[in-house]
């Protein structure tokens, strides 16, 4: 089993769709976070997540709402999206700051 | 304020050959992390390497070996006699003091080797 995995791999939503990107690892690690991913842009973090605590807000727009229920798990909810937030989402865990991140294979959004 | 450059867009080079991806940060920490992460079409990045600030050893692992220089805030990356598998997007990354978990990540390098 890989250690993070991300489902759907693919979306398709409307503008007025509500949707959520789910994240699960399998790793042990006590941090998770969330990037985006946009077409000649560098990775920008979005959230992180640590021991269930936010401790990352990147100035993200309220229409991505993040939830982390335990240590395993992290998802973003989506509603109301915009076609520039069109882009693939990485999810990624680590076992404390500093240390390497591992990243899950993303789920490449498409807004219509 | 944190910054990775990776200056090189994309560069193409013909199996066998030798290719060095070029990293350039930018940080007023004092102790940091840097790290190299490969992403193949699939999508996920794949972890490399990561060096501490106070480790300026070079790294050779394989095919693949690393140069870090402080003093040019340069965290070079050699990929030795390129395979077609080597193609990828390269990602270099900071990451600062400690407790924080944020990452900054360089715009990428994409890598094509053609057989």
């Known amino acids: 089993e890989t250690g993070v995995t991300q489902t759907p791999r693919h979306l398709v939503m409307g503008m007025t769709n509500k949707k959520s990107l789910k994240c699960e690892q399998h790793l042990g690690h006590n941090a998770m976070y969330w990037y985006k991913q946009s077409a000649k842009k560098p990775l920008e973090l979005m959230f992180v997540y640590s021991l269930e605590e936010r401790v990352e807000n990147n100035s993200v727009p309220s229409r991505f709402s993040p939830e982390c229920p335990n240590s395993s798990h992290l998802f973003l909810h989506l509603h109301t999206l915009q076609p520039e937030d069109s882009a693939l989402y990485l999810c990624?865990?680590?076992?404390?700051?500093?240390?390497?991140?591992?990243f899950g294979q993303g789920t490449r959004l498409t807004v219509v | 304020a944190q910054k990775v450059t990776q200056a090189q867009t994309e560069i193409s080079v013909v199996e066998k050959e030798d290719v060095t991806l070029d990293c350039v940060y930018e940080t007023r920490d004092t102790t940091y992390y840097l790290f190299w992460y490969k992403q193949p079409p699939s999508g996920e990045l794949v972890f490399l390497i990561r060096r501490n600030s106070f480790d300026e050893q070079n790294e050779i692992s394989g095919r693949y070996s690393w140069n870090f220089q402080k003093s040019t805030s340069s965290f070079n990356f050699t990929i030795t006699a390129s395979q077609v598998v080597d193609s990828a997007v390269y990602f270099c990354a900071l990451s600062g003091v400690s407790g924080t978990y944020k990452y900054i990540f360089g715009t990428g390098t994409r890598l094509k080797v053609l057989a």
């Open positions: 990624a865990s680590g076992s404390r700051a500093n240390t390497e991140a591992f």
